[in-house]
């Protein structure tokens, strides 16, 4: 069965490849929403003295050896993602629009 030239199996790749565009877009709008909140309450507990420039400070120090080791995971996630895609990144602007 064909459709516009496609196979079954073309389309089917397509709109998965779509989908995860959109789930990737969507988790990347809901984690820059989370890191904006994150830095008012931070902000917040500054300017109320509940946190000091030097504590926070040492918080960020440890937060990049945690991040390092996630860095070195998330490589390997995104060296499968399709960013060539045209699939994947309509739904990732989707996603990022949307979300």
């Known amino acids: 069965m064909e459709v516009f030239g496609l196979t ?4 089917v790749s397509i709109i ?17 929403g989370v890191a904006l ?5 931070v902000i917040l507990a500054i300017a109320l003295g509940y946190l000091s420039p030097s504590t926070l400070v040492s918080i960020l120090h440890y937060a ?20 060539s895609s045209l699939a994947f990144i ?4 989707i996603g990022l629009i949307k979300g």
């Open 16 to 32: 998965g490849l779509f989908v995860l565009g959109l789930l990737v877009g969507i988790l990347i709008r809901k984690l820059v």
């Open 37 to 41: 909140v994150l830095l008012a309450i």
């Open 90 to 93: 309509i739904g990732l602007v």
């Open 8 to 11: 079954l199996t073309q389309i």
């Open 64 to 83: 990049g050896y945690a991040m390092s080791a996630a860095y070195a995971k998330t490589q390997q996630f995104v060296g499968a993602i399709p960013y």
